[in-house]
Each structure stands twice: as C-alpha cells, then as structure tokens.
C-alpha cells in the first residue's frame, strides 16, 4: 500500500513526521511532497530519513530529471493521498481546480481518495469565504476529512483550528486504504457497546473483566469512516482522540449499558454488541468504603439483565443485531449456542487465550458465524482492520 503525503505551511507539520513513521513501521510505503510553506517548517532531510524516499519539492517539479512528468508520476503512484497540514491557501485551490505547484497538479493527476487534514488560525477557519470552501469541497466524494479540532493554537488563541492528532488521522488512512473510499453505509445509524463494565459492592471495589474498548472503538472508527452515523456506548475506551462523528455515551455498570442500548436501539440500523457486560454483580453494595475485617468471605452475587437478548426480542426486521463472543479453547461451539439461544444475525467469536489476541490487544482473530450456518475466518490483523472485514461481511 502506498501513501503520498503533502505537508502544507502549518506548525502542524511536526505532527506529520509521527504519521511518517508510524506507516513506513506497518510497512506502508510513504512518499512526501514538501510545498514550499511546508519547507519552513520541517526539512527534506527529515522526510526523507522517515519515509525512506527523497522529499519532492516545487523545485522538483520544474526540473527535467525525471522520465515522466513528475506529478503524473506521483499521481499514479498513490493509493491514498493525505495532505496535513490543510492551509486555507491549499483549500481554495483544491475546491476551484487550480493547480500552480507540485501538489495541486498531483492532486489533479490522480484519482486515489484523498484525506484532507485542515490547521489555521480561529479567525481564517470562520471566514465566510473558508467555511464556504470546506462545504464545497466536503460535496466531492473523493475528498474525506479529519479534524480541525479545538485547543490551544500556536498564535495563542484558543479555539477551533488545531490539526488533528496522529492518532486520529493514522485510523482514517488505513480505513480509506481498506475502503479506498467507498461509502458505503452512509445514512445508516450503527450503535456499538464497547469495554467491560464494573460492577461496584462498595465505592472502590468491583468486579471486572480486562475488556479495554479498543475492538469496540476500532468499529465505530470503521463505521464512521464508511459514512455512518455512530454512537458508542462505552464503559471503557483507549485514551486517544475520537472522531467528532462518533457520539459517546460513557456508562459504569451493567445498569447503565443496559438502559442506554434501550435508549439508542430503536434508531439503529446495525448494531454491534462488542462489550464485556458482566453476567452477575454483588447482590449489595456499600455507600462507605469497607474496612478490610469487613469484606465478606463469600460474596453473594445476581444476574444482571442479558441485553442482547431483550435487544433481540425488540429487533425489527430492518435492523441486524451483531453479538460477540470472547471464549477460550473452542470457541466455535458456545458461540453457534448463543447465535441460536439469542436469535442473532451473526456472532463474531474470538480467542482470548492466544497470544496478541483479545483483551487489552491491539490485535484480534476471530471466526464470523451467521444464521445461514455461514462462516468466515479473520486471521490475526489489527482490530481496525478487523472492524472492517465484519462490516465488509455483514
């Protein structure tokens, strides 16, 4: 796979050197277009070290050293083009097909998917003339988006127009280079539980279970880089930066998980039931902290409500209904038990008991098991690269 990155005149250019990395360390290939404000950020040399290639600057593209013209050369290279830092300058060009340096001719001799990743000052983002750029450039379907976001820019004002984090916009890439684009479940509402609950027998102990949330929030990026409109409920999460199109509804227990599924399922049309939910929880439970001579021998414990189950009986016929099963040894025969007991669509049944799998991993494997009797193996990849082959089946 291979990733052509163009570094606009931004302070944000820093960040682009962790994005450089990150993918050549994946084995993705990376080749940088330095635009001349790009340059007075970061230098050639620097790209070049991290991707492994020359830098191409505008000095590049007027000089006859190449066999063929050299954004023609680019553009056919490129699966995925990615421009960060987005100045205003760039935005402009790109919505009026204007092309007066070495990027913006790439742009226009490609045909890849292109990721647009905006920075300027508060005041340039609101100007009425940008806002109406970005609303025109958002109507092409080959251009896709990530950030800005709000915080603390380099001119000291507080406000929207950061660039977003690495870790936004390194998800997003790898799900257009799975995608390449495709929108596919654009005007769907997908809902997705996610993390393991707690369930508390007095202010600072719990049951648990090591479900981080990473195979939860791996599919709400998917789903939202496919064009839905998502809402994670979630009990735990990764501490990275969230898409601002995904909605998060943080709960504890198995209470609130409960309440809140009910709340969002009837709007739904796809939802992945990816959460840890305990089974039982302590029949009591203890305003004040207990003193250790206190805490009981034996703990008594209740079932908690089976959400999915009671999803499963509220289900209508234009949603689908997606469990999951964490197991260990075979864990082909539970899930097939539940898939039958809870009358789901399908059931994507993983191993916690192999290595860099599971909880706390940010890999996964996993068999897909639907009604049909139909079953497909995902071999062990990252959990957003799994996200997207459940969603490429389902």
């Not at 809140?260 to 939910?277: G, H, K």
């Not at 999803?311 to 469990?323: F, R, T």
Request: proline share 6%; aromatic share 6%; with cysteine.
């Amino acid at each position: 796979m291979r990733v052509l990155i163009g570094i606009g005149g931004g302070i944000g250019a820093y960040k682009v050197c962790e994005i450089i990395s990150s993918l050549s360390k994946t084995g993705i290939e990376v080749k940088v277009i330095l635009t001349t404000g790009g340059e007075q950020f970061i230098t050639p040399l620097t790209v070049a070290t991290l991707s492994r290639h020359p830098a191409h600057t505008d000095r590049d593209f007027w000089q006859p050293i190449y066999h063929r013209p050299l954004h023609i050369e680019l553009g056919e290279w490129a699966d995925l083009l990615l421009i960060a830092p987005m100045t205003a300058n760039t935005l402009g060009k790109l919505v009026y097909g204007l092309a007066d340096n070495l990027l913006t001719n790439t742009v226009l001799a490609s045909t890849c998917p292109v990721l647009l990743a905006p920075a300027m000052n508060t005041e340039m983002w609101e100007q009425a003339s940008v806002r109406r750029n970005w609303q025109l450039i958002g109507q092409d379907s080959r251009y896709h988006s990530v950030g800005p976001a709000a915080g603390l820019l380099a001119c000291d004002r507080v406000g929207m127009g950061r660039m977003a984090e690495p870790d936004a916009i390194l998800p997003y890439i790898n799900s257009l280079l799975h995608t390449q684009g495709k929108l596919d479940l654009l005007g769907k509402k997908v809902l997705i539980s996610a993390g393991g609950t707690r369930e508390f027998f007095d202010p600072v102990r719990f049951i648990g279970n090591p479900a981080t949330g990473k195979m939860g929030l791996a599919l709400a990026q998917a789903a939202a880089h496919r064009g839905a409109s998502v809402t994670l409920v979630h009990s735990t999460l990764p501490d990275i930066s969230i898409d601002d199109r995904i909605e998060t509804v943080s709960v504890v227990n198995s209470e609130e998980m409960h309440r809140n599924m009910l709340a969002y399922f009837p709007d739904a049309d796809l939802i992945l039931m990816s959460a840890a939910v305990a089974d039982v929880k302590p029949a009591n439970y203890s305003a004040q902290k207990l003193p250790k001579k206190l805490l009981p021998t034996e703990l008594q414990l209740v079932p908690v409500p089976d959400i999915i189950a009671e999803l499963s009986k509220l289900k209508q016929p234009h949603q689908k209904l997606i469990g999951f099963a964490a197991q260990t040894g075979d864990i082909i025969t539970p899930a097939l038990e539940k898939l039958d007991r809870k009358q789901l669509d399908a059931i994507v049944t993983n191993p916690v008991d192999l290595p860099d799998s599971g909880f706390g991993s940010d890999r996964n494997q996993a068999v897909i098991l639907n009604q049909n009797g139909d079953s497909f193996g995902i071999l062990p990849c990252t959990k957003l690269n799994m996200a997207h082959q459940i969603l490429d089946r389902i």
